[in-house]
């Protein structure tokens, strides 16, 4: 699970970059795990892929291919 600094790194923003778009809805949705937020690798990696798609869409896209 990627912090929110690596997320930054990987898609070359900034952290604060990172939060906005999490809290707007831009970003898979984290994963928490007690006061951390973590984002998974692999879906950000295929997030990515999509061609980053809003949280909405991706949450649509994931329900269909299941």
């Known amino acids: 699970a990627l912090s929110a600094a690596e997320v ?3 898609l070359g923003i900034s ?3 990172v939060w906005k778009l999490a809290s ?7 994963i928490r795990l007690g006061r951390s937020v973590r984002w998974s690798a692999d879906e950000l990696r295929s997030w ?3 061609g ?3 949280r909405e869409q ?3 896209l994931r ?3 299941r």
């Open 24 to 30: 707007s809805g831009r970003l898979p949705k984290p």
């Open 63 to 65: 329900e269909e291919a």
């Open 8 to 10: 930054a790194k990987l």
């Open 15 to 17: 952290s604060r970059h």
């Open 52 to 54: 980053c798609p809003t």
């Open 58 to 60: 991706w949450d649509a």
């Open 48 to 50: 990515i892929d999509a």
